[in-house]
């Protein structure tokens, strides 16, 4: 604490040691320069949407110049709460109730503006200025419960939407690829399917070409035609065995029972499917040089009795 005393004979503030003549000099006021808390009561203000509020603060101030503050205000203390309370109502009236809550610190920032302002000429700096309680009346504090209630079921169905939307996406999402990867796997067994049936194709056409030569060898060899007959006659008797076994409808010729005569029927084309093909292969040849020489009586004759 640090006393400052002033004489009552001037208006000058001696510092320091000084010494008071007894019935001539007295001390008049004493201020303290440490940091003061003064308690704003509570008082009544109308924010901007004409909602009436309760607001209470707690007021931080220093006395900066102890002259000035003895000689400038009667009472420094009830001043600055007279004007920590009015600054307060008018910036108040400025905001919403929304704002009010939301922009507490930019309001206190105000009200010490203000007052710092105002406070110059006394000698006081207002430090800092804090709102202690908001109090709303009843209806507006259950219209607000409502409100929040409200908001929170609004966010909490926009989140379900979302989840329910999240859901549907992902679900079209593993649609579309298993049918992608369905698709892709049907293709890949079509192109299997179609490379095993062609590789199959090739194998029976060499296995047919083959035996084919195999064939044409065996009956260009000696009694290559009595095989060739026994060979018919095997496949005739068995496919008269075969006979009236899927239908009971049956055409059979007159002479069914010559085997003979079905054989000779039989090698006699094969003879002559035999003879069409030698003339085209002999015709396609290029000729020969020199005179071609007409075919020879006993070629013919062979022929003849060939075709007979």
Known sequence: MLAQAARRAGP????GLNFLIPLLDRIRYVQSLKE???????????TLDNVTLQIDGVLYLRVMDPYKASYGVEDPE???TQLAQTTMRSELGKLSLDRVFRERESLNANIVDAINQASDCWGIRCLRYEIKDIHVPPRVKES??????AERRKRA???ES????????NVAEGQKQAQILASEAEKAEQI?????EANAMLVRAKAKAEAIQLLAAALAQQHGSAAASLSVAEQYVSAFSKLAKDSNTVLLPTNTGDVTHMVAQALGIYTTLTKTQAVKTRDELPPAHGDSQPPSTEMLKAEQVTSS
């Open 144 to 149: 607000m419960q409502m409100q929040v209630e």
């Open 36 to 46: 003061i808390v003064i308690n704003v009561p509570e008082q009544s203000a109308v």
């Open 157 to 159: 169905t926009v989140l």
């Open 192 to 196: 299997n399917k179609a490379a095993g």
């Open 162 to 169: 979302e989840g329910t939307r999240e859901s549907a996406i």
């Open 12 to 15: 000058g503030l001696l510092r």
């Open 78 to 80: 009830y001043a600055v």
